[in-house]
């Protein structure tokens, strides 16, 4: 898949200069593509327009050089934002305590998708969520998805 070999190219290059790729996605829209790099600092887990300028340029070097995308495209490199995408184990550890949305690959206890609040990672390498109702385990390679969800405080007003 194109967004993997992109990710894969990036990858070693931006965490040398202090960068974490978060999601890589490549999207065609009426012919139009878009080439999406959610990204942030290694150091804080932030990401400013300042960065997003840097990067873009660090980026647009390398990729003109690889040229892994044969045709034009939008390049647009963005932070994780309010909803930030939970993509690697680290993420539920550093994101503990917060609202997140998880849904899974397969049904649990009748449903797949679960919001509640992160308890981080066991030391089996479990995550924990806490839902109003349960307390939950589940392994990373369960999950389809899962991102940060700042609706929380309006849902629970």
């Not at 894969?8 to 080439?35: C, D, M, P």
């Not at 009748?110 to 479990?126: A, E, I, M, R």
């Amino acid at each position: 898949m194109i967004d993997e070999q992109i990710k894969s190219l990036l990858f070693l290059r931006l965490e040398k200069i202090g960068y974490h790729i978060i999601r890589v996605k490549l999207t065609n829209l009426n012919g139009k593509k878009t080439l999406q790099i959610m990204a942030e600092r290694i150091k804080d887990k932030k990401m400013d327009i300042e960065d997003c300028v840097f990067l873009s340029k660090h980026i647009s070097t390398i990729l003109e050089v690889n040229d892994p995308i044969s045709s034009s495209y939008i390049l647009e490199v963005s932070s994780g934002g309010l909803a930030r995408p939970l993509t690697i184990l680290d993420d539920y550890k550093f994101f503990k305590n917060n609202k997140a949305k998880i849904v899974l690959k397969e049904k649990f206890l009748g449903k797949k998708t679960f919001k509640g609040f992160l308890g981080g990672v066991d030391k089996n390498g479990k995550i924990l969520l806490e839902t109003s109702e349960h307390e939950l385990k589940f392994n990373f390679l369960e999950i389809e998805k899962a991102n940060i969800d700042p609706n929380w405080s309006i849902e629970n007003n």
